[in-house]
């Protein structure tokens, strides 16, 4: 049971509008059971859109279709539907009656654009929009229900919830099961590799969506029984974690800070930072999450070394001798931010972003971590490619990583 | 001259990612002055895929196809080609050595599934990828010359930008010439009705994209003379800058954090913050920027109380009479890092971002703002609604512009 789905509109062609009818309907659709083997889009051209709507109802048993249906000359889907089919346009007076007293609601006449909004082809069944002028409608075109809906997003939403939801829901005989596990630190064929067979011995299907610097497996089963399917996917999710070990930080929608913050919470303890070449990025990434203030007590952005020195007591004659990107300063900016703060933990994050300031011996970046506790100090250090930004924010990961490794396995276990 | 985009990825059809390459590459294409007909998503499967390449290859004379590139079982593009073009797949030595090269600079050795990303179909012409390890090519399918990338946005953008574009450009008979205005400040129906009329007048075409919080003004001509179009443009871009005043802050691809830093750089100025509610995201906004060290000096990220006190010498007093999130803090958190980072100006942000810790007196929404210098201080609140989020990214905009207004208009000026 494969569903297309089709938005028209020069807008969407043209990039001036990021396309997100089609992701919602397809989040939707997915999580109702189905499975949407398209997402099409067409600027405002009768060829186009009449092509796109047969080829879609002939490979899909459900196609949903959103835009062209306003009141101005480059909406053009509901003429192309009469053509396809061979059928004329009727005008239903119920529809024509609703846009009439809409408009007058804001004080307007019904212009005969407006009431071309109330043509529909005939036979097919018409869903209404209260919020809007532009009613929808269904119809069969080839093998395919096809519903069809305004562009306007609520509009949209509101009328699949009302009216497209209740007639698809009982097409779907299988029932999915989907569990979404976010990992860090493993490169993405990396996990690819370790994942081998997962798939057929469970009988689930893996996705794979790498958002840097994460990756996320999706682990999916398919089955006429929810239970059944619900099983699977735990069965081969706890081979995916055995498998990947520490790399998968959270399930579902929780980010890497959210997941430290929790941990920290779990244990009592605070948090506070030394930020350096990340500018505050740590910070944000805690302070994204609400409630962030219970374990996370703040940080300072020593983008200087004399605010190294002023703000965190690091002394000035060993980032003379060692460089502010090194071992010994990274120890005294977490030992010096932990005393300030008076927190439980301390991260220090000093490294070298780039593009340009870079030497052999100290090449761009290379990124200086310690974190502090009161059992004592521990440093690691890694050398990174890519551009600032992934240098920034893979050094955001690996503080934080550190962090939590610090606090689950103490100082004495290999951080690397 | 008509151009169709193929993106690839169950995350897509599932509605996971919205599909952001689709929006830049169409925009990319309609600036350059093609038509985009079609823009088309499939999940990871093969005959969707084939039958998609086919059908596009057959009625545009552009294709560009995004995703399945990477070396996982579920990317399937290159091998659907072959199949297509019924031509075997061959290794690229070359890529191969990149792909080893690059994996070994993470200390990792080259996976089969890495070395798969090295296999072309015989006789496609392969786009390098400085950024990561799946490279792309470009091969005639049906009528198309059809480029295919991986669907990493910023390797993706690199490419097309590196290879294809000077391939496309030549195809287009008509000059195009387009500035892009970035603008904060100003609610989008209010920038739209600012600008009436500019079209007309200049005869040129007006596009506007918002990406919270700042709104994109796009000001495109086309004309089979080049400097002709420029003329147009640039006239034109002179009276939108009139008509929106200071919400304008840069051309092109300059951030709003780099835009003032460039501003500090002119003026010999350094900066340091004070943040509160945004948590390290002014610091990271500024530091994302190459050289950002030039003229930011650090910040202290004062999530706590005593934090305040400790790092920036608020009195505990003030915060007690007066609140965290208060004029009177915000002022001395600004003169205290000020005073500590000896710094020409600095700014300070302490607000109440949510979703809890509102009060009847202080909502959520409220935040506090202060600039300090050598001739003074300045503070200003706002109150705004909105998401968690939305709250924190633009209260890091609005101290950002706080800065701006007071180096460019000093604190007598009005800065509302």
């Not at 498998?243 to 506070?272: C, K, M, N, S």
């Not at 001798?321 to 120890?331: F, K, L, P, Q, Y």
Request: hydrophobic share 45%; aromatic share 6%; charged share 20%.
């Amino acid at each position: 049971m494969t569903v297309g789905i089709l938005c028209t509109g020069t807008e969407l062609t043209r990039g001036e509008l990021v396309n997100t009818n089609a992701t919602w309907l397809a989040e939707e659709l997915t999580a109702l059971g189905f499975e949407v083997g398209a997402v099409d889009c067409v600027d405002d051209d009768r060829d186009r859109i009449r092509r796109a709507l047969v080829r879609l109802g002939n490979e899909h048993e459900v196609v949903l279709c959103t835009g062209g249906l306003g009141p101005t000359t480059d909406d053009l889907t509901t003429e192309c539907v009469a053509e396809l089919l061979g059928v004329p346009l009727v005008c239903d007076a119920a529809s024509l009656e609703h846009i009439r007293t809409l408009l007058a609601r804001f004080g307007r006449d019904m212009a005969p654009s407006n009431a071309k909004q109330a043509d529909f082809t005939e036979g097919a069944s018409i869903i209404s929009n209260p919020r809007g002028t532009a009613p929808g409608f269904h119809v069969r075109i080839g093998r395919a229900l096809s519903f069809f809906f305004p562009g306007v997003p609520h509009e949209m939403k509101a009328m699949f919830r009302d009216t497209a939801l209740p007639l698809l829901a009982p097409l779907v005989q299988s029932r999915h099961h989907q569990l979404r596990l976010r990992c860090f630190g493993l490169p993405e064929s990396e996990v690819n590799d370790r994942l081998r067979g997962v798939e057929a011995e469970f009988g689930v299907i893996l996705g794979y969506r790498a958002s840097f610097p994460e990756i996320e497996v999706k682990v999916l089963a398919r089955d006429p029984s929810y239970d059944a399917a619900t099983a699977r996917v735990d069965a081969a999710a706890r081979v995916v974690r055995e498998r990947l070990g520490d790399a998968v930080f959270a399930e579902g929608t929780t980010t890497f800070a959210e997941a430290l913050l929790t941990l920290l919470g779990e244990r009592g303890a605070t948090l506070a930072l030394a930020e350096s070449c990340t500018g505050g990025l740590v910070g944000d990434m805690l302070t994204r999450v609400p409630g962030a203030s219970r374990t996370f007590l703040g940080g300072v952005v020593s983008y200087s070394n004399e605010a190294k020195t002023a703000l965190l007591g690091v002394d000035a004659a060993a980032i003379a001798t060692h460089g502010a990107v090194s071992e010994t300063v990274a120890r005294a900016m977490a030992e010096g931010a932990r005393s300030r703060f008076g927190s439980t933990l301390a991260l220090a994050v000093t490294g070298i972003a780039g593009p340009d300031g870079g030497t052999p011996e100290k090449p761009v970046g290379l990124v200086h971590f310690a974190v502090a506790d009161a059992r004592g100090t521990s440093a690691q250090h890694v050398v990174s490619g890519g551009t600032r930004e992934q240098v920034r924010v893979r050094a955001a990961y690996l503080g934080l990583r550190f962090v939590r490794r610090i606090l689950l396995n103490g100082h004495d276990a290999g951080v690397g």
